[in-house]
């Protein structure tokens, strides 16, 4: 079957430098993406990786290996408004999304 | 268990036809969401139902997509004379109660072009 895993929640400090790691089996694949969604609001999207290596945007990064299914969502200078939910999603043969459950991510002062 | 499922997985269509968009929700769910995706874009949040209450129509594009909820049940969002740029992946999630706390689940999408 089809499946994405993320951890279900993490806890960083302010400041600091956290990492979220997505692993995924599907049937073919045509890219994997990454949400922040905040409490009570839509997801928002942060990046899209189709080719292997390393995407930077800002003080986000996502990097991406195809042969090992794995993908990990990089979050440098940690802000409290950096709490929220970071949701994986990968783009099957289909061109159907299948969904991680989702990374809680807890800042703490 | 058995997560949100949505049919069909694509549909092709011509211009100016109506489209009938299919989500069943995890049972026990009461809230239910419709966001689009076009191709190199990220969410496009559309339609949120909760319980009775009336729905959030504050994401639909345009008049020609419509969705109700009657009694208990959500009749499937219909795309009214179709055009081109309606193609797009469209997404359901549903959630337990609709709460802000609440984690959203999704669905794998229905895959619309319309030639």
């Known amino acids: 079957g089809q499946n994405i895993d993320q951890p279900t929640e993490m806890t960083a400090t302010e400041g600091a430098i956290v990492q979220i790691n997505c692993t995924y089996q599907t049937s073919g694949f045509n890219g994997l993406f990454w949400y922040q969604q905040h409490a009570g609001e839509a997801p928002t999207f942060l990046s899209y990786?189709?080719l292997d290596g390393l995407e930077e945007k800002g003080r986000f990064s996502s990097f991406l290996s195809r042969s090992k299914g794995y993908s990990y969502l990089l979050l440098k200078e940690l802000q409290m408004k950096d709490s929220a939910s970071y949701l994986c999603a990968v783009m099957d043969s289909n061109y159907q999304l299948i969904w991680g459950a989702g990374t809680k991510l807890i800042i703490k002062p | 268990g058995a997560g949100v499922s949505q049919s069909p997985s694509n549909k092709v269509t011509e211009k100016g036809k109506d489209v009938e968009l299919r989500c069943d929700p995890i049972s026990g769910h009461t809230a239910l969401y419709w966001y689009r995706q076009s191709l190199g874009q990220g969410l496009e949040f559309l339609i949120y139902f909760q319980g009775n209450s009336a729905p959030d129509k504050s994401g639909l594009p345009s008049d020609r997509f419509s969705a109700e909820r009657t009694g208990g049940s959500v009749s499937p969002p219909t795309f009214q004379h179709t055009q081109q740029e309606d193609s797009a992946v469209y997404l359901c999630?549903?959630?337990?109660?609709?709460?802000?706390?609440?984690?959203?689940?999704f669905g794998p999408g229905t895959r619309l072009l319309v030639l």
């Open positions: 999630a549903s959630s337990l109660e609709g709460s802000i706390q609440e984690t959203q689940y």
């Open positions: 990786n189709v």
